[in-house]
């Protein structure tokens, strides 16, 4: 995502796929021990969980959940420390970038790649999306031009698509748009 040539809508699509990717990881516990048992052993590291003993806590006579603790090493490992890192991970992850997916989502009808690959309705909801949000400063006749979606297919570049697409969304058609139906 540092990349130089890295756009907002890539940027979000790889943080949306990190998310998902470690939400599966989270559910492979057994995967994710066994690979670490493997290294460990390569490595010539200790394998096995350390086995404490449990403390004895003075149990009140309302307390109920004596099944609650976790005497097990290896489940006490998987509670306690990897189901919580990677839940702070995805959920530091999903609050922190919320802006910039908004953000993507916003901007996504005058994105290039949209505007070459999206049908015609996809483009149509994208644009009205943009034009109701900023109705100050776009005319609202932006999404409303029925022929943009080929226009802007056929056009010569990026660039000039996007250049096009603005002058058009700002009521300034470009002298080779094709008229409006």
């Known amino acids: 995502m540092q990349e130089k040539r890295t756009d907002i ?6 943080l949306k796929n990190s998310i998902r990717v470690l939400v599966e990881y989270r559910e492979q516990f057994d995967e ?6 493997a290294l460990a052993t390569k490595w010539g590291s200790q394998t096995q969980f350390d086995q404490t003993r449990a ?10 959940c004596e099944d609650s603790r976790l005497y097990d090493a290896e489940n006490n490992f998987r509670v306690n420390v990897f189901y919580a890192c990677l839940d702070i991970i995805i959920q530091q992850l999903s609050k922190r970038f919320t802006s910039l997916n908004a953000t993507a989502h916003m901007f996504e009808a005058i994105h290039p790649n949209t505007l070459q690959q999206a049908q015609d309705e996809e483009l149509h909801q994208a644009a009205r ?9 776009i005319a609202p006749s932006f999404p409303g031009w029925s022929g943009w979606g080929p226009f802007v297919r ?11 697409h603005w002058q058009e969304g700002m009521g300034c058609p470009h002298p080779d748009a094709p008229p409006k139906a």
């Not at 809508?9 to 790889?14: D, G």
């Not at 994710?32 to 048992?37: G, I």
């Open 154 to 164: 056929s056009a010569p570049g990026p660039g000039v698509t996007m250049f096009r």
């Open 55 to 64: 403390r004895k806590v003075k149990r009140h006579y309302d307390e109920l």
């Open 32 to 37: 994710a021990k066994s690979t670490t048992l």
């Open 129 to 137: 999306r943009l034009t109701e949000h900023y109705s100050r400063d």
């Open 9 to 14: 809508l890539k940027a979000s699509a790889l």
